[in-house]
């Protein structure tokens, strides 16, 4: 240990679950900083609960591989941040423990569900943060609270400790006000781990360039199409623009396949999380089951009383898309799907280097403002394909449109997250 | 179409226990959603061979592991180093 940092941080946003006030760091590329980690991600002797009841007051025995990383490179772990329940939300409001509020407007949610995270960096008390993406969980909330946020190409960074909801869409990405901090922060946690079996062995060594001439981005047409407020995607378009400025050309494209691609996603996800959570019943960790009940009657009791409302459709819906009869129609048919995307994806990367369009369809909702689930999920369409091809996206701040923050993404080839990185640190220098 | 005895036995599969008032609300919101999954009907194409999936195994040799009393900590019923579930008969 090299020291200790005080943290005891003003946090009117509800950004964090549990503060460290004396967090110790050690020596290396990030020593003394501070950065928070989103409490999906296991911490060795720090409360972790995914913000949820079921997992209220479990200690993690060990440390995510990730979070080993971090220490090793000096980083001092001040924070665990509040989140959706178990990832799945795109506002923050389905944590057990409350609301997280955007910085920027806090009558309106910062977005989710990275949610904690994205407002610990905004509002200047954490200088970087941990997040998790599984459909858009951390460009979203980076999109509504005007940072950076990337989630990586899947396989570069270690999934070892990370309490799982859709393994095959999921991925640990670094969030921060700036692409060098994402960029820094993307260099200490990628690379291979043997805890994880989808993990590759491509650490990320890089120094951000604002080099974009001759480059070509492909503008989707269904980036700008219905759904996708006006005012977010005249903000985005000027942003390429100036892409185009800086010497980059744009070529238009399509991409079919997005007309099923958030079924496709919230089928997979669904399916995923139903397995995944079975493992949450009081016994090992969480409130404790009546064991003088049979076992259906014990877990029924603990489930329903601490699983929140999403948490259950989720695995309801899951349930029954797995189920005999429905397989086929649903998940089957979603895994074609999501070839479809990666097929997609493909073909355009032949003419192109990357991909640019809005990162949300619209700006920062207000708190309660989206009550149906349906209508939540759909806000989701334009971060999902990159999940289900599993290629690296940015999230970078690019203007306001009604006062609040707009996200403008840019996407890449599978493993180029160098290059996503490096295109959004051009858009950066050029308007600072 | 999903009916709420369909929801009741999908919630007691699934052992996520809800309550008779949240049943109307769960039924239909699962129809508009399995609805909206309907778009899947719409897939074409079959998922080809996928030749760059590969198993990722290894030996089945004992490595060194978490103290029995790390593991155990978390876990509200406890006797001689074993965890206690609810009976199963």
């Not at chain 1, 609960?49 to 007051?57: F, N, Q, Y």
């Not at chain 1, 997280?100 to 009558?107: A, E, G, M, Q, R």
């Not at chain 1, 949450?280 to 969480?286: A, E, I, S």
Request: aromatic share 8%; glycine share 10%.
């Amino acid at each position: 240990m090299a020291g200790e940092v005080a943290f005891s941080p003003d946090d009117k946003y509800n950004a964090f679950l549990t503060t460290c006030k004396k967090a110790p760091h050690g020596s290396g590329k990030l020593a003394g900083v501070a950065i928070a980690v989103k409490d999906n991600i296991s911490t060795k002797g720090i409360e972790t609960t995914c913000a949820s009841k079921i997992l209220k007051g479990y200690v993690p025995p060990y440390d995510a591989h990730v979070v080993g990383l971090l220490k090793a490179a000096g980083a001092a772990i001040v924070g665990k941040t509040n989140m959706d329940e178990f990832g799945m939300g795109t506002t923050t409001e389905n944590s057990a423990f409350g609301p997280t509020l955007n910085p920027c407007d806090t009558s309106r949610v910062p977005g989710g569900s990275s949610g904690g995270s994205a407002a610990a960096v905004a509002a200047g008390m954490v200088r970087m943060a941990l997040g998790t993406d599984t459909g858009g969980s951390i460009r979203c909330p980076a999109a509504f609270c005007g940072i950076v946020g990337l989630k990586p190409s899947y396989g570069r960074v270690s999934r070892y400790g990370l309490i799982a909801y859709s393994n095959s869409l999921e991925q640990i990405g670094p969030l921060g006000k700036t692409v060098t901090d994402v960029s820094a922060l993307m260099g200490v946690i990628a690379g291979y781990d043997r805890h994880d079996s989808t993990s590759q062995d491509k650490p990320c060594d890089h120094t951000p360039k604002a080099e974009i001439k001759g480059l070509k981005i492909g503008i989707p047409d269904e980036y700008f199409g219905k759904g996708v407020d006006n005012q977010v995607a005249a903000v985005v378009k000027k942003a390429i623009g100036r892409l185009e400025e800086l010497g980059a050309t744009t070529v238009p494209c399509s991409i079919p396949s997005m007309q099923y691609a958030l079924a496709a996603y919230y089928v997979t996800c669904t399916c995923e999380a139903s397995s995944n959570l079975a493992r949450f019943d009081g016994v090992r960790y969480g409130p404790a089951p009546d064991t003088k009940k049979s076992w259906h009657d014990a877990y029924q009791e603990v489930r329903g009383l601490a699983f929140g409302t999403e948490v259950r459709r989720r695995i309801m819906l899951g349930t029954f898309a797995l189920s005999s009869g429905y397989y086929g129609r649903y998940y089957a048919k979603a895994q074609v799907a999501r070839e479809n995307v990666r097929a997609d994806f493909n073909r355009i990367f032949k003419d192109v280097d990357v991909i640019a369009g809005p990162t949300m369809p619209t700006i920062a909702f207000r708190l309660k403002e989206k009550t149906d689930p349906l209508s939540m999920y759909l806000a989701d369409i334009l971060t999902v394909p990159a999940n289900l091809a599993g290629i690296p996206s940015i999230s970078v701040p690019c203007g306001k449109a009604n006062g609040m923050p707009v996200g403008l993404q840019i996407m890449g080839r599978m493993f180029e997250d160098e290059r996503v990185m490096d295109v959004a640190y051009a858009y950066e220098q050029a308007v600072v | 179409m999903v009916t709420e005895h369909d929801v009741q036995h999908i919630a007691e599969l699934a052992d996520v226990g809800i309550n008779k008032d949240e049943l109307g609300t769960f039924t239909s919101q699962f129809n508009a959603i399995l609805d909206y999954f309907d778009t899947l009907d719409t897939v074409k194409g079959n998922m080809a061979a996928k030749s760059e999936l590969f198993n990722v195994l290894r030996e089945d040799e004992v490595e060194p592991s978490l103290p029995q009393d790390d593991v155990l900590k978390n876990a509200p019923f406890k006797e001689d180093g074993f965890i206690k579930a609810p009976r199963v008969m």
